[in-house]
């Protein structure tokens, strides 16, 4: 108990650290087929400790402005761990995505390349974060650091930078509604001279609503981003989702699908976003 413990702070230092040490500018915003991390937000505001899971989601994009004859798909892989440190909730998630094709940079002026322009594969650049969970009368708010590990920058998926911030949300449960917002922050604070800084806010919008029967509708992941690099909104979304939860092997699963616009007309940014999303709860340890 004493060594879990330990382990506990340590890796409560190690966050913190990394969310005082940020300071920095911008990378590209969530776009299927190049890096995308961003995030599932009910999971970090959900009234109560939520229980362990896998989720395996699928992010296509058919369509992305100002460049003709292009798509991408990334597939994005999330562990979400709930623990305790001293009694206090705490909710960690890990995101890894792997594109699988994106688009290229244009060679003509008509942007054609072939039928679809290819961009770099591979995985991205991974990112965590480890929010503490305080229940209150009224509803539920999380707070704690974020950060992203420049895992993709071999493949050229990734932004090639070290990033850390703060992250924080808050959801008022009312009947079969779920309102709140989730915000996550990330600065460079590290990472190769040849790339360019980075500086980016999220801010999620929380709508969710239980029709019974496990089905339930609400908006997307959509998270409208500002580059405080940029100075302007690189994705400014609108979405909506249903979602089917049924048992499978004893346990409680669900399928998610959502349909995502995004209003920011920057070039070579992501116009269609669709997402299918699979969650699995892991079963509980001792």
């Excluded at 597939?75 to 623990?83: N, S, T």
């Excluded at 480890?130 to 009368?137: F, H, P, S, T």
């Excluded at 917002?181 to 800084?197: C, D, I, L, V």
Aim: net charge negative; charged share 15%; hydrophobic share 35%.
């Amino acid at each position: 108990m004493k060594l879990r413990r330990w382990i506990a702070w340590a890796l409560a230092l190690v966050y913190l650290h990394g969310g005082i040490a940020a300071a920095g500018p911008a990378d590209d915003d969530n776009r299927a087929g190049e890096e995308d991390t961003g995030s599932t937000a009910a999971q970090s505001v959900s009234a109560g400790q939520s229980p362990a899971k896998l989720t395996f989601a699928d992010w296509f994009s058919p369509e992305y402005h100002g460049i003709q004859n292009t798509r991408g798909n990334t597939l994005v892989g999330r562990a979400y761990i709930p623990w305790q440190l001293d009694g206090l909730d705490i909710l960690s998630r890990v995101t890894v995505p792997f594109t699988t094709s994106s688009p290229g940079k244009n060679a003509s002026p008509d942007g054609l390349i072939g039928e679809f322009p290819s961009g770099p594969d591979g995985f991205g650049d991974i990112e965590i974060y480890n929010v503490a969970q305080w229940r209150l009368d009224w509803g539920q708010i999380s707070f704690g650091p974020d950060f992203s590990i420049p895992t993709g920058t071999h493949s050229g998926v990734g932004n090639g930078k070290w990033t850390a911030g703060p992250a924080g949300g808050f959801n008022v449960q009312r009947g079969d509604w779920m309102l709140g917002a989730f915000s996550q922050s990330f600065f460079s604070f590290a990472g190769g001279s040849n790339f360019n800084p980075v500086a980016k806010t999220k801010v999620q919008p929380i709508i969710t609503w239980s029709l019974g029967d496990g089905w339930s509708v609400g908006t997307s992941d959509m998270n409208f981003t500002y580059d405080w690099h940029k100075q302007n909104f690189s994705n400014l979304p609108l979405g909506g989702q249903v979602g089917k939860s049924f048992m499978m092997f004893s346990r409680t699963v669900k399928i998610s699908q959502q349909v995502e616009y995004n209003f920011a007309n920057s070039a070579g940014g992501s116009a269609w976003t669709l997402r299918l999303t699979f969650e699995l709860p892991l079963p509980d340890f001792p």
